[in-house]
């Protein structure tokens, strides 16, 4: 009889005290939730910035040397310019680009106009600027076997003119601007007439023959 009393009352110990282990037990699960919990959001973190950082990469790798020597030639062109003027505007950009990758800032659309940025004129012509720059992309124009940087405009008031910044360039005539209509105050500029460039292409000049009209004491090495 006495085990038996003896044995309930160990019973109904046990049957108190089981409520508390319980809750201690749970307790401490309840402390592992909610350090897995708050882990998760900084490994979320690490992992968006990989991912972040990755596609950045991406997309830095997708914009090629070409893309960029396409663009600036894109820039400078018209969308009724022939191929040979496409190929001389072409020879200059990569050389200016080759001698200088500062002096172009290719965020700027009047600077560098990519293929997904070009209107529907200028993506008529965009196959021929490509064309060009894959064909005249390592164009070095030079002085004295220097590559140097050659100054360009659009049109002038009919000579060009000397400039202390580029003792290489010379002063010669370009009566031809005269002709445009596309800017009313013409003005006297260093360097390249690209309207002078497409005159001379549409008359019979090569665009290497067109580019040493305006740069005499230059060699353009292709």
Known sequence: ?????????????????????????????????????????????????????????????????????????????????????????????????????????????????????????LLKIYPKIRSAVNKYKNTKITYNEKNVFIPWFYVSDGVTQTDESYEYLSSVASPWDCFSDDNSSKENYAGVSVYGLNYLCNNSYSAKKALKWYLPELEINT
């Not at 307790?27 to 990755?54: F, L, M, V, W």
Request: glycine share 4%; with cysteine; proline share 2%.
């Open 1 to 121: 009889m006495r085990i038996k009393v003896l044995g309930f009352i160990i019973f109904l110990v046990m049957f108190a005290i089981l409520p508390f282990i319980t809750l201690k037990g749970n307790g401490i699960r309840d402390n592992n939730t909610q350090k897995n919990t708050s882990t998760s959001p900084a490994s979320t973190n690490t992992s968006n910035t990989q991912k972040n950082s990755e596609s950045a990469t991406a997309k830095s790798k997708k914009i090629t040397t070409e893309d960029i020597l396409s663009g600036i030639t894109a820039a400078n062109c018209k969308a009724n310019f022939g191929e040979r003027t496409i190929e001389a505007v072409a020879m200059l950009m990569c050389s200016n680009y080759t001698y200088d990758k500062d002096k172009f800032d290719i965020d700027d659309t009047s600077q560098c106009i990519f293929e997904n940025d070009a209107d529907e004129n």
